[in-house]
């Protein structure tokens, strides 16, 4: 793994976006599922979660969230909030170029600079083609 993801900037990255509205954008998340939904969105799985502060919002909300970042470090401080939090929220380590977890979801969310880490047009595409198979099918 690029060690850009490593344990220095997982440590700092909550600290680096403390000013950052995940609230508002949970709220907008709330707004397009109200919007474009088929039906209520119950599940959620977060690619790219990094720490988790959509994660746990949206859990805090009601939502059943999944989450999958690369950085082992990154879930590591995810873990930590959600069982302070006391919030259940499966995270697993994952390539979001190649995620395969086996079940469907109401909506998959690819937040924040996440398919910005992406190098080259084809892994924004496998990224999109990994994604798809988590939605459910009346999702789409």
Excluded: W
């Amino acid at each position: 793994m690029n060690t850009v993801f490593g344990p220095t900037y997982a440590h700092t990255y909550d600290l680096l976006y403390q000013d950052k509205d995940y609230a508002a954008e949970c709220d907008l998340l709330e707004r397009v599922f109200q919007q474009y939904a088929s039906q209520r969105v119950k599940t959620i799985l977060d690619l790219g979660c990094g720490t988790g502060n959509h994660a746990l919002l949206l859990a805090a909300r009601g939502y059943s969230v999944v989450g999958v970042d690369r950085s082992e470090d990154m879930l590591g401080i995810a873990r930590s909030k959600a069982k302070r939090q006391r919030l259940s929220i499966a995270f697993h380590q994952g390539d979001v170029r190649q995620v395969d977890l086996g079940q469907t979801f109401d909506a998959v969310l690819i937040m924040f600079a996440v398919l910005g880490y992406q190098t080259e047009n084809a892994d924004v595409l496998a990224a999109l083609r990994a994604a798809r198979p988590h939605l459910r099918p009346s999702a789409c």
